[in-house]
């Protein structure tokens, strides 16, 4: 069984910088492809970023360029460096795992088994 566990969402003014981190336990972490994904009050959960076991990330369209996915395979934790953050970035970001090795970008939730709880971002304008 594999348990995630976001932290570091917080109150940020427009333009700021917030980095979340994500701890995954429980098998082998290097072989996870971990997700950011993201819900905002009314809306459908919304695909954010990825990075696989082979560091390939991918981004969606509105983050490019702000955000950055890592991971550190010795602290089993990926993190999303989040800059000149917008008001409309303000959501509950979740940290998704999915433990079967993958060679492509997996932006559905559909394809993550195991899930956080969620850390909540706020930014102020």
């Known amino acids: 069984q594999v348990q995630v566990a976001e932290s570091g969402g917080g109150l940020v003014q427009a333009g700021g910088s917030l980095r979340l981190s994500c701890a995954a336990s429980g098998g082998t972490f290097s072989t996870y492809t971990m997700g950011w994904f993201r819900q905002a009050p009314g809306k459908e959960r919304e695909f954010v970023a990825t990075?696989?076991?082979?560091?390939?990330?991918y981004y969606t369209d509105s983050v490019k360029g702000r955000f950055t996915i890592s991971r550190d395979n010795g602290k089993n934790t990926v993190y999303l460096q989040m800059n000149s953050l917008k008001p409309e970035d303000t959501a509950v970001y979740y940290c998704?795992?999915?433990?079967?090795?993958?060679?492509?970008?997996?932006?559905?939730?559909?394809?993550?088994?195991?899930w956080g709880q969620g850390t909540q971002v706020t930014v102020s304008s």
């Open positions: 998704a795992a999915d433990n079967t090795p993958r060679l492509g970008a997996s932006q559905f939730p559909s394809q993550y088994p195991y």
């Open positions: 990075i696989n076991y082979s560091r390939m990330t």
